[in-house]
């Protein structure tokens, strides 16, 4: 398996707390990537990082935000949680080049918002 | 804009017999890189296989190859001697190399299930 990883793995909160859900990776990648999977086990891309600095929003509106002030770090923070946010969150990360740009996927956050 | 299309939302195979799953793709790019992925109930998403436009040849890996037709924009992934591991969802994604700021497109995936 590949070395990234998100925290927790499993939370339930209420409605309109904030929440920050955590992925690091020891790869030295340059991109990172979170993904919303919906319950038909389809993936939406919600934000994406090229490197340090860097964030753009993905296909997917989400009222989430992210940060990249290091490399390995890619946290992704929901001001105020609603039972809509209720989902699982996959958090990935490749390498930049001119290559095959292979993905690697961390085992993911289910988050249940009541 | 790139789209992927997977047409099986769920699939059955008994054990030991042989599965294709299909994928096709839009693109009027002549290079670019397609991929499958496997995501276990409950596990990590894995890459299963990936193939490179440019090459003729079929990439395999052990049990899973893929029959690529650029001209008919096909990518399907042939499991063969399937086994119960490979219980799972499978996603068939593009990329364009060198694509910037365009990041990895997905199908909406086929979920596999190995009957013993």
């Known amino acids: 398996e590949a070395d990234i990883y998100q925290t927790p793995r499993y939370l339930v909160i209420g409605t309109g707390k904030k929440i920050t859900l955590e992925c690091s990776q020891t790869?030295?990648?340059?991109?990172m990537y979170w993904y919303q999977q919906d319950p038909g086990m389809e993936l939406h891309l919600i934000h994406y990082?090229?490197?340090?600095?860097?964030?753009e929003k993905g296909d997917l509106s989400s009222e989430s935000t992210v940060s990249r002030i290091r490399t390995e770090h890619f946290p992704l923070t929901l001001e105020s949680a609603r039972p809509s946010h209720t989902s699982q969150y996959l958090c990935?990360?490749?390498?930049?080049?001119?290559?095959?740009?292979?993905?690697?996927f961390g085992p993911g956050t289910r988050l249940t918002v009541l | 804009a790139q789209t992927v299309t997977q047409s099986q939302p769920e699939m059955s195979v008994q054990e030991a017999e042989t599965v294709t799953l299909s994928c096709t793709y839009d693109t009027s790019e002549n290079n670019y890189y397609l991929f499958w992925y496997k995501q276990p109930p409950s596990r990590q998403m894995i890459l299963v296989i990936r193939q490179e436009a440019y090459k003729q040849q079929n990439a395999t890996e052990n049990r899973f190859s893929v029959n690529f037709q650029k001209a008919a924009k096909s990518f399907s992934l042939k499991i063969s001697d399937s086994q119960l591991g490979d219980t799972a969802m499978y996603f068939c994604a593009f990329i364009r190399p060198n694509s910037g700021n365009t990041p990895l497109v997905f199908g909406k995936g086929t979920r596999l299930s190995v009957i013993a």
């Open positions: 790869m030295g990648h340059d991109k």
């Open positions: 990082s090229y490197g340090v600095n860097s964030t």
């Open positions: 990935a990360s490749s390498e930049r080049g001119g290559g095959p740009d292979t993905q690697y």
